[in-house]
């Protein structure tokens, strides 16, 4: 599934930080079940790229699978090998954002002031990603959104919940990436599921 028919079902990427290969298909499927189509490995969990190609064989049909944490060209070339389509990074790279589009996928950088986001855009990227959103305030994007171009999608990632989305999207935000407000390492895939039934139900007040 590509990122775009994924943000199109339900506007969040799951944030899946720590989650190891052998658990990561039970917990895609609570997911998936309670209508999140999109989920980030992050590179610095324990075998990611194990997981990705879990991943992308299980779900990559009705998910939208990808890396977080990718900082090099090197690892977008390995997230692509398997089979992962998102490359989620901290930061602004445009080596990264340029490998990415180069095979196809779909870079989401992070960025924090205007010059960071037309990096970004010249790059290559399209969505962007604020990081760590908290630190900035919906207020931050409000301004920003008023120079982006209009096709720029950007998506409020740490330290947002279902309690700040509103406010969020009110300001522009048009997706979320949310790590332990759905996923924390070790929890079970019930506890997964209910985490996504409240970010789900926060979603479906915004469009």
């Known amino acids: 599934m590509k990122l775009e028919a994924a943000l199109a079902e339900a506007p969040v990427v799951a944030i899946v930080r720590g989650i190891r290969p052998e658990e990561a298909a039970e ?3 609570a997911l998936f079940e309670a209508g999140v189509r999109g989920m980030e490995v992050p590179l610095n969990s324990p075998d990611p790229l194990t997981s990705i190609r ?6 990559g049909d009705r998910m939208c699978i990808g890396a977080g944490t990718v900082l090099t060209a090197e ?8 089979g992962g389509r998102i490359i989620v990074s901290p930061n602004t790279s445009a080596e990264v954002i340029r490998r990415a589009v180069e095979l196809g996928l779909d870079p989401a950088p992070g ?16 969505h962007l990603k604020l990081f760590p959103a908290a630190t900035y305030g ?7 959104k008023a120079v ?4 720029a999608v950007v998506w409020a990632v740490g330290g947002v919940g279902p309690d700040s989305m509103a406010e969020w999207w009110a300001a522009g935000c048009r997706a979320f990436g949310l790590g332990g407000e759905l996923y924390r390492a070790g929890q079970s895939p019930d506890e997964t599921a209910e985490k996504a039934a409240r970010v789900m139900a926060a979603l479906r007040e915004l469009t």
Do not use: D, N
Request: hydrophobic content about 50%.
């Open 138 to 144: 919906p207020g931050h994007v409000k301004q920003l």
């Open 75 to 82: 690892r977008v070339e390995a997230v692509a090998e398997a």
């Open 148 to 151: 982006l171009p209009p096709e």
């Open 54 to 59: 879990k991943l992308a064989e299980g779900f």
């Open 27 to 29: 917990h895609a499927q």
């Open 111 to 126: 960025f924090a002031t205007a010059s960071e986001a037309f990096q970004a855009i010249e790059a290559g990227a399209r």
